[in-house]
């Protein structure tokens, strides 16, 4: 794994260890020598992690969408900065850039980007690890409705155990270094498929 992508708010939310960690996060990455695939923007937690890696002595790639640069977002100091068409060329950019994903605390934008790598992941597109790195509980109600999800057979077990969540950024990257994808079959009812046919 040489690069992990990051999507987060681009507001910094109402408590301050949402950029605690976010800074956290970013100072492990440039450690680690992990370059930090993200949304190019200067505001929020987005800019908080890219701040964090630069200051670390890492790389930073940005990639962001026309329209948000005429909105005068776009971090102007990262590394590489990839300005694209739309939000559609944006998240397969990234994923082509990336060899993993984290979910810091965010809203629409970040759960719409992570779980659409997610279901790629579910159909077989991509392998790459995905992670919802928790930050006091944020995700917590998240992950209940995922785990709802298994127990009204809409997930396979072995999709979900194939996300990892926690609050150990330590952790959490050693299982994406060691990631190994699961097989499961999205149509957990064999019968019920070929009845569709």
Same mark, same amino acid.
């Given at each position: ?16 260890? =949402?950029? +605690? ?16 695939? =993200? ?19 890492? +790389? ?28 559609? +060329? ?21 759960? #719409?980007?992570?779980? +659409? ?16 790195? #928790?930050?006091?509980?944020? =995700? ?58």
């Amino acid at each position: 794994m040489k690069s992990v992508c990051v999507y987060c708010g681009s507001n910094t939310g109402s408590r301050q260890t =949402y950029n +605690e960690r976010a800074i956290a996060l970013g100072t492990r990455l440039a450690k680690d020598g992990l370059a930090l695939v =993200y949304g190019g923007g200067n505001v929020g937690l987005m800019g908080t992690i890219a701040d964090a890696v630069l200051e670390a002595g890492g +790389e930073v790639i940005g990639v962001i969408p026309e329209q948000l640069v005429g909105w005068e977002v776009a971090h102007k100091g990262v590394t590489r900065l990839e300005v694209v068409a739309n939000m559609h +060329e944006r998240k397969a950019r990234m994923f082509d850039l990336a060899d993993g994903f984290v979910a810091l605390p965010g809203g629409f934008g970040t759960l #719409d980007e992570m779980f +659409e790598m997610l279901t790629w992941r579910q159909l077989g597109i991509g392998n790459k690890p995905c992670a919802f790195l #928790d930050v006091d509980g944020f =995700y917590a109600p998240l992950v209940a409705m995922i785990d709802r999800m298994v127990e009204e057979r809409f997930l396979h077990p072995d999709q979900r155990a194939d996300l990892w969540h926690g609050d150990d950024i330590g952790a959490m990257l050693d299982w994406m270094q060691h990631y190994t994808p699961a097989h499961a079959d999205k149509w957990m009812d064999e019968k019920r498929r070929k009845s569709l046919r």
